[in-house]
């Protein structure tokens, strides 16, 4: 074994201990065997929930109902699931009923991809029922048995497929691929967050032309909001698509090539957090001042720094410009202020300047003009440059 499963082997210990089995599974172990960096080490064992709260101090029961609770070890978090099959996923959305089991045969034939139903124990030797391994080698994603019916028990994982596909640059095995079309109209029914979700990692993917190849290959663009009324995005990609690292940047990329969908209607639609509409709406008001104005000291001290990198991927992705993350960096450095707080002068200073004229809108507007002066080195950011540059810009109040 190696990092970070050395880290983690004492809580597979733990288990065995107490006459568990218990193994590492899934994702990890795929990267593990591909040399891709490892995200989240996830475990599987023949340990009840109940029995892990119990053997453990730290038990974070996040998904008791499917089996998954998370053990804290280390200041780290693993999920710990016990040993399932799932029932009939009725909902197309989620299944109705988990059994847990004793055995991890059947715990692996559940999963959805060969590649992803590895599992390995404590002394690092491989469980492999499905040629995951011949898989891993061939760079092939094919599903663990009968792809109609494991697409059908759950549409999300055609989805998972293109995602796998963007992320690992593998292609999809035949058979699994038909199995997709036949399948794909239910992806209609499914809860739009799985989707959003997946989606995330396709547009994230190293290999993502891949990924977007077998997306417009599969024609789903009539199972997608959105893309249902406007199936040329889905077609017209830029050839020059870089992988997006969230689904702001996805969402603004999309509202760039079709301005009539508002970001506003993608979020809805696509069910996001308010934290991804921030971003989509900086990036796209980012651009869309770009276009106008080029890089500007404006534009960096309006666009939050945390979206500098996934602007700087928008605009390559764009394929206009060549602009490097380090020629924003730099125009940032020089700006005289790098936020609203650091000027000289508050509302309070100019309502105490202007006795005579009551609060109102008025201050705001003064505030940002005096603003975008000082930002672009016209006005000294002092008290006294900007009292004297008020006197010749009084208030307009009519
Ligand atoms: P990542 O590195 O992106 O997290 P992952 O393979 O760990 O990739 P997860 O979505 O975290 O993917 O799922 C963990 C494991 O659970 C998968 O490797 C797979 O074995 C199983 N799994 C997840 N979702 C499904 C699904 N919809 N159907 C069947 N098995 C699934
Ligand atoms: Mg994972």
């Not at 490892?38 to 089996?67: L, M, N, R, Y």
């Not at 898989?135 to 999300?156: P, Q, Y």
């Amino acid at each position: 074994l190696t990092e970070p499963f050395l880290t983690a082997k004492p809580i597979l210990e733990h288990i065995e201990k107490h006459h568990h089995q218990a193994y590492f599974v899934g994702g990890c172990v795929r990267d593990f065997l591909l040399k891709r960096p490892i995200g989240d080490i996830d475990i599987t064992t023949s340990a009840t929930p109940d029995q892990i709260q119990k053997i453990f101090p730290k038990v974070i029961p996040v998904g008791i109902e499917h089996g998954t609770v998370v053990v804290r070890h280390e200041h780290q978090s693993y999920e710990v699931t016990t040993f399932r099959v799932d029932g009939d996923y009725i909902d197309k959305r989620h299944p109705d009923s988990v059994t847990f089991i004793d055995n991890i045969d059947k715990d692996l034939e559940r999963r959805d991809f060969t590649i992803n139903a590895l599992a390995m124990n404590i002394k690092g030797e491989i469980l492999d029922l499905f040629n995951g391994r011949s898989d891993l080698k061939a760079k092939v994603i094919r599903t663990v048995g009968n792809g109609e019916s494991r697409f059908s028990e759950d549409a999300l994982r055609i989805i998972r497929a293109l995602r796998f596909s963007s992320q690992l640059g593998f292609k999809i095995e035949d058979s699994t691929f038909d199995a997709m079309i036949h399948v794909k109209k239910e992806i209609e029914s499914l809860a739009m967050e799985r989707i959003t979700n997946e989606f995330t990692k396709l547009f994230s993917g190293s290999y993502v032309h891949l990924g977007i190849h077998y997306l417009q290959k599969l024609e789903i663009h009539q199972y997608l909001p959105v893309f249902r009324e406007h199936p040329e995005l889905m077609y017209n990609l830029p050839k020059s698509l870089q992988p997006l690292k969230s689904f702001g940047e996805v969402i603004a990329l999309l509202h760039i090539l079709k301005p009539e969908v508002s970001i506003l209607s993608w979020m809805s639609a696509w069910k996001c957090s308010n934290k991804i509409k921030q971003e989509a709406i900086q990036l796209a008001g980012a651009y869309a001042y770009f276009k106008k104005n080029g890089l500007d000291p404006l534009l960096a001290y309006r666009l939050k720094e945390e979206y500098y990198d996934g602007f700087i991927r928008l605009l390559n992705s764009l394929s206009l410009y060549t602009i490097q993350l380090q020629q924003l960096i730099n125009i940032q450095e020089q700006l005289p202020i790098q936020k609203s707080k650091d000027l000289s002068i508050n509302g309070n200073d100019l309502m105490a300047l202007f006795p005579n004229i009551k609060g109102g809108p008025w201050l705001k507007q003064m505030l940002i003009m005096i603003e975008k002066e000082v930002i672009f080195g016209r006005l000294q950011n002092t008290e006294y440059d900007i009292k004297e540059w008020i006197k010749w810009n009084p208030p307009e109040i009519n």
